[in-house]
């Protein structure tokens, strides 16, 4: 069958205003709104219209992390995803632990396309996706603006420092997807009362033969130097006046 | 093994880009580092002759394939995790070059990377940003594996020239893939200075209105001799091209002065700017979240402040 994988974060809400704990432990998670990482949305959007266009039979989701995450498996079924892979695991999980787990997936799945976001925005690391990729030995197309389906190929433009980059890749590969790609459509009530009834699978990250070790010691967590209160002016001369004061005209 | 850090060169197949003269001032940090500079080319030597001339450098190695032409990361990381042998850190620069190739480097080492590095502790600990600038936190790594890592630009200055390290070119026997080819680039031709790195950057949002709106901040840049940006509203709208976004997602910057004009100041937007040294803001909603960081505020009509403002400056 031809399918897609899409990877799929659970992350604190972008619209939440994020608070460092006064004891440096963490942010403040507790009651806090949670959704699919906004760029695995888009991901799973560009797989929901490959697979409308015809260019896929199915669509499947994975995610990594602790039993809350069925929740955002549930709302990309609702989506469209035909079928949702949840690999429990509680704690820390590293992109280079996801991606060893993402890896047997694909093995046991045999996607010729995989589909993640370019980051979460919880950690901003901008990892999992060309570690994966690196493990499977397969190509990487990060940054993803457009996806073009070849016979056996993909034609990907990526958004880079410069400008836009095409290219080509066998497949099958992982692409990373950045903000322009697709605007992912909103859930309608039947749809969510459909994805009650769509296959969600668990697994143990450990029956997956893979270990969760932690690279990196969080050590602690401080909230960012703010900047100091700013003046007003009231028109463009006196901007100017206060740009030649601090010498930058 | 002393503390030995490689620094992964981003260029553009003639010139040494920026980050990587910021990326050995990151390392510079490191006690008691010693610097090398890996310049992956089709033919390096121009490449790695800048980069030799940048203070703190010990060495610059040159890694020549034909397949090196475009810096396409599957080709690029295993002859880096080849070279990476000798090495205890491996350092490139957070952009999209360094976001691409590093953490393919880092799995084919087998170990985790430090993103957006912003400040060094120690060989070991780091700091660095999370959720978009609204947390900063303090990472310690094993030192038993490769510590490989992103610098965010921002945050460091470019170290200086005039250094004289030596060249030497390292012969690199692994396979390279043939699955994944270079089509075609877009860069848009400008005279003006380089966003990622210009001392005055003059940024719009979408209260430009339209492309048309936009060109008004062209005039304005170049009266001031500055580099353009744009919200990632203006983007999305069409407004401005992909690479001028600056934002969370687009492209962290330190100017000495960022003017920032019909920008609400999205969180996403602010993650961008934070470490410019002055920022003015010109917006009509006197309660826009951007006036919070600004260090001069102007409420008002930009379509009428700005012209006035490129005649005051003259």
């Known amino acids: 069958m ?48 490959i697979k409308e266009r015809g260019g896929a039979e199915e669509v499947l989701i994975a995610t990594i992390g602790p039993a809350d995450c069925q929740a955002q498996l549930r709302t990309g ?64 197309v990060t940054f993803a603006s457009k996806v073009e389906l070849l016979d056996g190929k993909a034609r990907v433009t ?8 095409t290219l080509e890749v066998d497949l099958p590969a992982l692409v990373t997807t950045d903000l322009r790609l697709n605007e992912p459509r909103y859930v309608k009530l039947p749809d969510i009362m459909k994805a009650k009834k769509k296959p969600l699978e668990t697994l143990a990250l450990a029956s997956l033969g893979v270990e969760a070790r932690q690279g990196l010691k969080l050590v602690k967590f401080d909230p960012p130097a703010q900047r100091q209160k700013g003046v007003r002016v009231k028109d463009a001369a006196e901007l100017v006046d206060a740009l030649k004061k601090k010498g930058l005209l | 093994m002393g503390v030995k850090v490689l620094i992964v060169a981003e260029h553009d197949g003639s010139k040494l880009n920026a980050s990587t003269a910021k990326s050995v001032t990151c390392a510079r940090g490191i006690p008691d580092a010693q610097i090398t500079i890996a310049v992956c080319a089709r033919d390096a030597a121009a490449v790695a002759a800048e980069a030799a001339q940048l203070v703190g450098v010990h060495s610059v190695i040159k890694v020549e394939h034909a397949a090196n032409e475009h810096a396409l990361a599957a080709i690029l990381a295993p002859q880096i995790a080849a070279v990476a042998a000798d090495y205890t850190h491996v350092l490139g620069p957070s952009t999209t070059f360094g976001k691409d190739v590093m953490p393919r480097i880092a799995a084919l080492l087998d170990t985790a990377q430090i993103s957006d590095i912003m400040a060094v502790e120690s060989a070991t600990r780091f700091r660095r940003p999370i959720y978009a600038g609204n947390a900063i936190v303090t990472v310690e790594i094993d030192p038993a594996r490769k510590i490989v890592g992103t610098v965010r630009t921002a945050s460091f200055e470019a170290a200086a020239t005039g250094g004289s390290a030596s060249i030497e070119s390292a012969s690199v026997q692994v396979e390279l893939p043939t ?65 001028l976004q600056v934002g969370q997602t687009g492209k962290i910057i330190a100017p000495e002065l960022y003017v920032a004009i019909g920008i609400s100041g999205a969180i996403q937007h602010l993650t961008g700017i934070k470490d410019a040294r002055t920022i003015v803001a010109i917006n009509k909603d006197a309660e826009a979240p ?23 400056i003259g």
Do not use: C
């Open chain 2, 179 to 243: 699955h994944t080819r270079f089509v075609s680039v877009s860069a848009a031709k400008s005279d003006r200075p380089d966003l990622q790195t210009a001392a005055r950057v003059v940024s719009g949002g979408r209260a430009l209105g339209s492309a048309e709106g936009f060109k008004i901040l062209y005039s304005l840049a170049d009266k001031l001799g500055a580099a353009v940006g744009a919200s990632r509203a203006a983007v999305d709208a069409g407004y401005a091209p992909n690479e």
């Open chain 2, 290 to 312: 951007i006036f919070e960081v600004a260090d001069i505020g102007l409420v008002g009509d930009l379509f009428q402040i700005v012209p006035e403002l490129e005649r005051l």
């Open chain 1, 158 to 165: 990526r958004e880079v420092d410069v400008g836009l980059e």
């Open chain 1, 2 to 49: 031809k399918r897609i994988l899409v990877g799929i974060k659970r992350v604190v809400d972008y619209n939440v205003r994020i608070r460092v704990r006064p004891d440096g432990s963490g942010v403040v998670t507790d009651g806090v709104k949670m959704s699919i990482n906004p760029f695995d949305e888009i991901a799973l959007e560009e797989a929901l219209r």
């Open chain 1, 77 to 140: 079924l609702a989506m469209g995803a035909d079928r949702a892979l949840h690999v429990q695991a509680d704690g820390v999980i590293e992109p280079l632990v996801a991606a060893r787990a993402l890896l047997k997936l694909i093995e046991r799945e045999q996607p010729f396309l995989v589909i993640v976001g370019k980051q979460a925005i919880d950690d901003d690391n901008s990892q999992t996706g060309p570690m994966l990729a690196a493990l499977w030995n397969r190509p990487q």
